[in-house]
């Protein structure tokens, strides 16, 4: 018997959303205040004193570029989604995949896969960011370096680790 192959959610926001486009309504507007909130707490911890000059000119470049990181981030687990149709006789194809989708914690290798795909957008968030205070002349290089990272550590995506089913 042929085993069925799913396409499950890869991460909330980008099928969700393909098929809910109006939750866009939440998802946005949450995504933007997260980003907002982890930048004003960063600039906050580093006593700099125009906090509100710095969120002005960066925060629209940090949300936008998030989003392009989170879908880094996607492109490396989407390959997991057709495992089994690669290797269709093999079994352990079908248990990593449908792991990895639907529930990183069931097999070593889907957790692997996916804490790749949290990385890669979290390092993608880091030079993005990096690049995006290249012109800010309100912050000194330690403190794009330590905001950089803040916001690559606190806003990679990290509900790709969320299970969508328990089995």
């Given at each position: 018997?042929?085993?069925?192959?799913?396409?499950?959610?890869?991460?909330?926001?980008?099928?969700?959303?393909?098929?809910?486009?109006?939750?866009?309504?939440?998802?946005?507007?949450?995504?933007?205040?997260?980003?907002?909130?982890?930048?004003?707490?960063?600039?906050?911890?580093?006593?700099?004193?125009?906090?509100?000059?710095?969120l002005k000119k960066l925060w629209w470049k940090f949300w936008l570029l998030g989003?392009?990181?989170?879908?880094?981030?996607?492109?490396?687990?989407?390959?997991?989604?057709?495992?089994?149709?690669?290797?269709?006789?093999?079994a352990w194809t079908y248990d990593i995949s449908t792991a990895m989708i639907a529930?990183?914690?069931?097999?070593?290798?889907?957790?692997?896969?996916?804490?790749?795909?949290?990385?890669?957008?979290?390092?993608?968030?880091?030079?993005?960011?990096?690049?995006?205070?290249?012109?800010?002349?309100?912050?000194?290089?330690?403190?794009?370096?330590?905001?950089?990272?803040?916001?690559?550590?606190?806003?990679?995506?990290?509900?790709?680790?969320?299970?969508?089913?328990?089995?």
């Amino acid at each position: 018997m042929k085993k069925e192959v799913r396409l499950y959610n890869v991460i909330l926001p980008i099928w969700l959303l393909w098929l809910f486009p109006q939750l866009f309504i939440f998802v946005v507007p949450a995504n933007l205040a997260v980003d907002c909130v982890v930048l004003a707490v960063t600039l906050t911890a580093l006593r700099h004193r125009g906090k509100g000059a710095v969120l002005k000119k960066l925060w629209w470049k940090f949300w936008l570029l998030g989003f392009l990181a989170d879908f880094m981030g996607v492109l490396v687990l989407l390959p997991g989604a057709f495992l089994p149709a690669l290797f269709s006789d093999a079994a352990w194809t079908y248990d990593i995949s449908t792991a990895m989708i639907a529930n990183p914690f069931r097999h070593p290798a889907s957790l692997l896969w996916t804490l790749v795909g949290v990385a890669l957008a979290g390092v993608c968030i880091y030079f993005f960011d990096k690049r995006a205070m290249k012109k800010c002349d309100l912050l000194t290089a330690g403190e794009k370096h330590v905001v950089a990272l803040t916001m690559a550590i606190v806003t990679a995506p990290w509900l790709f680790l969320v299970p969508m089913y328990l089995y």
